[in-house]
């Protein structure tokens, strides 16, 4: 029997499953094999990005598992190189191509990109394929709230998502409650710091006394903060674990004590001032 996965209704009405697989430093010929067996498991969100280089091994996958293409819920990322309004039509495009369909459940802007600075031109390129039907939803990633501001003011559509870094060591309560206060679903990237937390001895008393691990007590404090998440693994029985987080609930207090290990402990990169380009 297949775990349902619980839904979060997003601003514009589409349906996006909490927990899905993400697939960031999967290298591309590993990719078909690790998305085959996360659908195999029951999930049903994947999360890439043209800057991954593995968009055309996961629509490989998804194409091959024999499960209906509307069933699974497939994100990708317009990467930093494309800044015009015509370049970001384009690369949409190509990744439509790569994954081999006609349709995409969500797009969204990769990073901001302070000295470019014209994440407002690429916004309206994605209101645009969104207005096609090409995208069901848009969004962003790497959005701090000033630059959310701006879209608010500049542009019509509200971002369904905001794709940033978030985990106990970097809680980002004022982003959160940014995002939800203007109807914008929060991702938590790196949710499980690449595993830099699975050790921490707070979540290792955790996961002993609910009889689960610590991957899967880390996992269960972002959706009870109300979080999507899509941790990534290749390793099958991981990527099983990460799924098996539907059967407990973590109590208020236990999750305060998660929410304590909050040291502004950002591990990636600086959203003001990042502004890697591929060439
Ligand atoms: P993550 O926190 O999901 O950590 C993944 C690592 O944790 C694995 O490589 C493995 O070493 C370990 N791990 C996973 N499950 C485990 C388990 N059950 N037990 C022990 N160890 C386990 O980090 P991530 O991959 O960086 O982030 C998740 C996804 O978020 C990515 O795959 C990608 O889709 C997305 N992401 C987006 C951005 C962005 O800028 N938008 C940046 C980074 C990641």
Redesign the pocket.
Known sequence: MTTAVPTVRLNNGVDIPQLGF????IRPRDTVEAVSAALQIGYRHI???EMYGNEKEVGQAIARSGIDRSEVFVTS?LNNNNHTFDQALRAFDQTLTALDMEQIDLFII??PLPTVSNFVERWKALERVYGEGRARSIGV??FEDHHLQRLLAETEIVPAVN?I?V?PYFAQNDLLAFDAEHGIATEA???????AV?DDQTVLDLAQAYGK?A?QVVLRWHLQRGSIV????VTPA?IR??FEIFDFELSDADMKRISALDRNGRT?PEPDTFDYVPS
């Open positions: 993400g697939v960031f430093q999360d890439t990005a990322k990769h990073w990633s790497n794709q870094e985990h990237w790196a949710p499980l710091v690449q595993g699975l691990t991957a899509f941790p990534k693994s991981r674990e990460n990636g």
